[in-house]
């Protein structure tokens, strides 16, 4: 199966009427995610996620499958572990990516770089490629590539958030991203987009790179 990933802008769920046909349309588990958070942008990226899930699967001439959450709190289909998925969101995009090895997407608003950040938890490889890029607006994208390519493999791992961020390097060079990492001897393959859009965007797919890169399909919530 070609991986898929699917971009998403949550501007058009500001209708209120657009919200609720698509917010009846989720399950329990998501309905239960949105309804948990407090301010409306949060409910829209949630939502805008939950169905940009669905729109993947029913491309795929899927139900909506049942779904369960890892030790670490990565989603999963417990019916399907042929398929495998991903969700991210920032600011007003959604990112699902669909896969038939481990996956994991990210997305993110590109802000100034913040070098304090960085040093507390980026390797120390990263660290200095950022250093030693002087140029500010360079830098903030490169610290925002960075944190994208660091956030998809966490994800594509299965252990998010519970693996530290300084235990393993994704340093870019020019288009490809050398990555340096102990926790497994699996390969990973990246791939990136750039739509000069003021957000980056990234995946990781555990496995070796497939014959063809992720097709991106950008879906409109009015259709």
């Known amino acids: 199966m070609r991986t898929r990933v699917y971009l998403a802008d949550t501007a058009a769920l500001e209708d209120a009427a657009l919200y609720a ?8 588990y998501r309905k239960e995610k949105i309804d948990a958070l407090r301010f409306d942008r949060d409910k829209r990226l949630s939502l805008g996620a939950g169905a940009a899930l669905q729109k993947a699967l029913s491309d795929l001439g899927e139900p909506m499958l049942r779904v369960a959450f890892g030790e670490h709190g990565k989603p999963y289909f417990p019916d399907r572990p042929d398929l495998q998925f991903n969700l991210s969101h920032s600011g007003t995009r959604v990112l699902c990516a669909l896969s038939d090895a481990p ?18 938890f980026f390797s120390p490889k990263e660290t200095a490629l950022l250093e030693a890029q002087k140029d500010l607006l360079a830098q903030k994208e490169l610290f925002c590539r960075i944190w994208t390519l660091k956030e998809s493999f966490m994800k594509a791992t299965g252990r998010g958030l519970s693996l530290p961020m300084d235990s393993f390097s994704v340093c870019p060079a020019g288009e490809t991203v050398i990555l340096e990492q102990s926790l497994d001897e699996a390969p990973y393959a990246f791939c990136e987009w750039d739509f000069s859009d003021g957000f980056r965007y990234a995946c990781c797919r555990r496995g070796e790179a497939q014959d063809e890169p992720p097709a991106l399909i950008r879906t409109a919530f009015s259709e």
């Not at 046909?21 to 329990?28: D, Q, V």
């Not at 996956?103 to 507390?120: H, L, N, P, T």
């Open 21 to 28: 046909r698509l917010y009846s349309a989720m399950p329990p």
């Open 103 to 120: 996956i994991g997407c990210d997305v993110e608003k590109i802000a100034s770089a913040q070098m304090r950040v960085a040093k507390r």
